[in-house]
C-alpha cells in the first residue's frame, strides 16, 4: 500500500512539474517586458521565483514575476471545457462597425455591450479624478473600437468612482486603472480582476511606442481588451502589444505628484497601489475643440 501511495504521490509531482514546465516555456517564447495585466488572481511559486497568475473571465492568463519578464497563457479551465468562446471582430471600414465579445467570466459591474456602430470623428477625453482632470486626446480613427467603447463606458458612468490600482516604478512607469471595484489599499487581492463582462481587438500595433504620455489598453493577452488602461509618465520600454489609443494633453504633473510618493506596498516587479489615491470621479467624451 505505501509503495502504490508513494508511486501516486510521485506522478502527481511530475505532472505538477510538465505543467510548470510548459508555463516556462509558454512565457519564454512571450514578452521581455513587464507586462500590463488585467487581473491579479493568486500568488504562485515556481522554482523560486514569486509569479502573480491573472484570470479574466476564464480567457487567458498573466504572469508578472520578479524578472518582469511575463507572458499571457492560455486558461488551463478554458482550455479544458472545450467550450468555444466568442471572438470579437476587428474594425469593418466598409459597415463602420466593429464587433464586441462576451467575456466567458461575465462583468464585475454589468452595462452591456457598446454598440456596434461607431463614430470616428476627432475626440477627447476627461478624467475627473481626486488629483484634478487629465485630458486625453484620443484617436478615434487609428483605434475606433476602443474609443467607441470608452464612449459607451463613459456614458454608462462605468469608471465614476473607481481607483487607479497600480502604480509602476522607475522601469515600468505607469498607472494603471479602469477597475471598478479595485480597493488600491495595498492589501486587497482582487484588485485588477475587475472587467465589464466583454472584451475587443488590439488596434494600432504597428510601430507602437509607450512613451510619456501615451494611454494604453491593458489586456491578458491578443484581443482581451476589456476596461482596463493605463497612462505612461515616463518611457516604457514594452513590446507592441497593448493598444495605445490616446496622449495626454493636460494633467502628466498629477502622475508625476503620484509617483514621487511611491506605492503602498510593492510587489516583485516594484508595482503596487499608489500612496497618493487617484479616485475617478467621472469620465466624460466629448468633440475635440
Do not use: W
Not at 480582476?193 to 481587438?201: E, I, N
Not at 488596434?203 to 512613451?211: F, M
Amino acid at each position: 500500500m505505501s509503495g502504490g501511495k508513494e508511486r501516486q504521490k510521485q506522478l502527481a509531482r511530475e505532472h505538477y512539474e510538465r505543467q510548470m514546465q510548459r508555463r516556462l516555456e509558454r512565457e519564454a517564447r512571450g514578452k521581455r517586458n513587464a507586462i500590463i495585466g488585467t487581473s491579479v488572481a493568486a500568488v504562485v511559486v515556481v522554482g523560486g521565483v514569486i509569479a502573480a497568475t491573472t484570470l479574466l473571465g476564464g480567457g487567458s492568463d498573466t504572469t508578472a514575476t520578479a524578472t518582469s519578464d511575463p507572458a499571457p497563457s492560455a486558461s488551463a479551465s478554458a482550455s479544458s471545457s472545450g467550450a468555444a468562446e466568442a471572438k470579437p471582430a476587428a474594425f469593418d471600414p466598409d459597415a463602420g462597425t466593429c464587433g464586441y465579445a462576451a467575456s466567458p467570466g461575465g462583468a464585475v459591474k454589468d452595462v452591456g455591450l457598446p454598440p456596434a456602430k461607431v463614430d470616428k470623428s476627432p475626440k477627447k477625453m476627461t478624467l475627473k479624478t481626486s488629483q484634478g482632470d487629465i485630458v486625453i486626446e484620443v484617436s478615434a480613427d487609428k483605434t475606433p473600437c476602443t474609443v467607441n467603447s470608452f464612449a459607451f463606458l463613459a456614458k454608462k458612468k462605468y469608471f465614476n468612482g473607481s481607483k487607479c490600482h497600480r502604480l509602476g516604478s522607475a522601469q515600468f512607469p505607469m498607472l494603471q486603472c479602469g477597475d471598478p471595484l479595485a480597493k488600491a489599499d495595498g492589501k486587497s487581492q482582487t484588485d485588477g480582476q475587475g472587467g465589464p463582462g466583454y472584451r475587443f481587438v488590439n488596434e494600432n500595433l504597428e510601430g507602437a511606442k509607450y512613451s510619456r504620455g501615451v494611454v494604453a489598453m491593458a489586456n491578458s493577452g491578443p484581443d482581451t481588451n476589456g476596461s482596463q488602461f493605463f497612462i505612461v509618465y515616463g518611457d516604457a520600454p514594452l513590446t507592441p502589444d497593448y493598444t495605445p489609443f490616446g496622449t495626454v494633453t493636460k494633467g502628466l504633473e498629477i502622475l508625476d505628484k503620484v509617483n514621487k510618493a511611491g506605492v503602498i506596498t510593492p510587489g516583485p516587479d516594484g508595482t503596487g497601489a499608489p500612496k497618493e489615491t487617484v479616485e475617478i470621479k467621472d469620465v466624460t467624451m466629448s468633440s475635440k475643440s
